[in-house]
């Protein structure tokens, strides 16, 4: 493994819409799944490919190219996550909207799944063409979303403002009249855009949760605990202040600038503002760089990979000393390094579970915009807790009673969820 910034060379990078598949038939097996219903999963319904021109600010125009893949909607609209990133493909999308279905079927939330995003970086952009680029790319997208039919989302490289910019666009190209009705286009737009208390910090919270209902169902003090993080964008970044309130410390963090550890203990919340100035960890004080397989080597208790796909490969599993990996990020291990990591007895929470706290709370904010209601943080919070705390137990019994890991059980719960409303309903005509 090269000891460099960049991830690992991963072959499986192209297959991850394969590897989630493998996820679903190993949990297909378990949870007696037909053949008929496996088949309708293994593709999406439909897989939009869009490109734009931008007028930047130097006059010129340039091509941007987005995505929309719509994998399910038999349990509600389609609803994901639109990302900026300048590495993302079409496997990409289709693996993370798959992942969206199983993701709210197994919080029993009436959405289907769906992701999409553009292919840039974000932080090349000055914020006017952002806002052009953003507003382009939905006008783009059309009737292809809406309230009752896809919901797009924040996702990694896009933030509460870049959903008032989608909305206010669907708002204005989607009729006078009916205007003020579509607010729900979207979700994460700030609070004052119709957004809903507790959307920023919600995955991190749900992060947070599970990570409790683990140590509580394992005997593990959490107060005096050390973390690595990996990603201290809007979900690394609120997980590790919330753990800061539970007594566990952060002693090695990472982003797309670099790592950086400090043995005594990040000041979390400070952390997270200079971030939010910056852009990024570098240069903040009380801080020494490390490498990348040292920040993977760090001695510490949890890891939290917060930041891209496949991060943490057979070669990673073997330099990590911690005992739990909490999948903040979507499939933050490749399959060699899950195997690696259950090897070795290390536990891990898995993705689905660990950050649906997102979607969770956008179907609150949703359900507000639908019913011109604002329900306060403590609704929004408590709520949260309780659908969090169920899921794990639904994912924890199902594991017990089979005799099989939770990503597995993650996989299996969702699937006879999605079974149940197809065997209800059967298929047209
Ligand atoms: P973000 O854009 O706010 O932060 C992403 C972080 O990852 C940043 O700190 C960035 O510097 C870091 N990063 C990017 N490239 C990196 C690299 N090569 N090496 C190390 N770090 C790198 O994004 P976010 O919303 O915090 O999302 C993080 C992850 O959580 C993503 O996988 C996303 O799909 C997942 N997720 C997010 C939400 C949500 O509500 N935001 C919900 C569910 C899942």
Redesign the pocket.
């Known amino acids: 493994m090269s000891d460099s910034?960049?991830?690992p060379a991963d072959p499986s990078r192209d297959r991850f819409f394969k590897l989630v598949q493998t996820y679903l038939d190993r949990a297909g097996v378990l949870a007696d799944a037909p053949a008929s219903v496996l088949t309708f999963l293994s593709q999406p319904k439909t897989a939009l490919v869009l490109h734009f021109p931008v007028r930047m600010d130097n006059g010129e125009y340039r091509m941007f190219k987005g995505y929309r893949v719509q994998h399910s909607n038999i349990l509600g609209p389609y609803k994901g996550?639109m990302?900026f990133?300048p590495?993302c493909s079409l496997d990409h999308f289709k693996a993370?909207a798959s992942l969206m279905t199983y993701?709210c079927a197994l919080m029993d939330i009436p959405f289907g799944g769906a992701k999409g995003g553009i292919k840039f970086d974000p932080r090349s952009v000055s914020p006017k063409e952002l806002e052009h680029i953003t507003r382009r790319f939905f006008h783009a997208l059309g009737s292809n979303i809406g309230p009752d039919y896809d919901i797009p989302?924040?996702?990694?490289?896009?933030?509460p403002q870049t959903m008032a910019w989608a909305m206010d666009t669907y708002m204005n190209t989607t009729g006078v009249v009916t205007k003020q009705t579509v607010s729900a286009v979207v979700t994460?737009k700030p609070i004052t855009s119709g957004g809903t208390h507790g959307?920023v910090s919600?995955?991190?919270q749900g992060v947070v949760h599970c990570i409790v209902d683990w140590a509580s169902r394992n005997h593990f003090e959490l107060r005096g605990k050390r973390s690595i993080v990996?990603?201290?964008?809007?979900?690394?970044?609120?997980a590790s202040v919330l753990l800061g309130g539970l007594g566990v410390s952060l002693v090695a963090v990472?982003?797309?600038?670099g790592?950086y550890k400090n043995p005594e203990g990040f000041n979390t919340h400070r952390l997270q503002q200079y971030?939010i100035a910056n852009g990024?960890?570098k240069g903040y004080r009380n801080a020494e760089e490390i490498s990348?397989n040292d920040f993977f080597g760090t001695e510490a208790d949890i890891f939290i990979?917060?930041?891209?796909?496949h991060?943490v490969d057979e070669a990673e599993a073997r330099l990590l000393k911690v005992e739990l990996v909490v999948e903040?990020?979507?499939?933050?291990c490749t399959l060699a390094g899950e195997q690696e990591l259950e090897r070795r007895g290390v536990h891990v929470l898995p993705?689905l579970l660990c950050?649906?706290?997102?979607?969770t709370v956008?179907y609150y904010e949703w359900v507000q915009n639908r019913s011109a209601q604002r329900w306060t943080a403590a609704d929004v919070e408590n709520k949260l807790e309780i659908a969090m705390k169920d899921a794990f137990r639904r994912m924890h019994d199902f594991a017990a009673d089979r005799d099989c890991n939770y990503r597995t059980a993650c996989y299996a719960v969702a699937l006879e969820r999605l079974m149940a409303t197809y065997a209800d309903r059967g298929v047209f005509p």
């Open positions: 910034l960049a991830p996550g990302r990133h590495d993370l993701k989302a924040t996702d990694m490289g896009t933030s994460g959307r919600a995955t991190g990996q990603g201290y964008g809007n979900v690394g970044s609120n990472g982003d797309h600038s790592y971030v990024s960890i990348r990979p917060a930041a891209l796909e991060q903040a990020a979507n499939a933050p993705d950050n649906a706290g997102g979607v956008s």
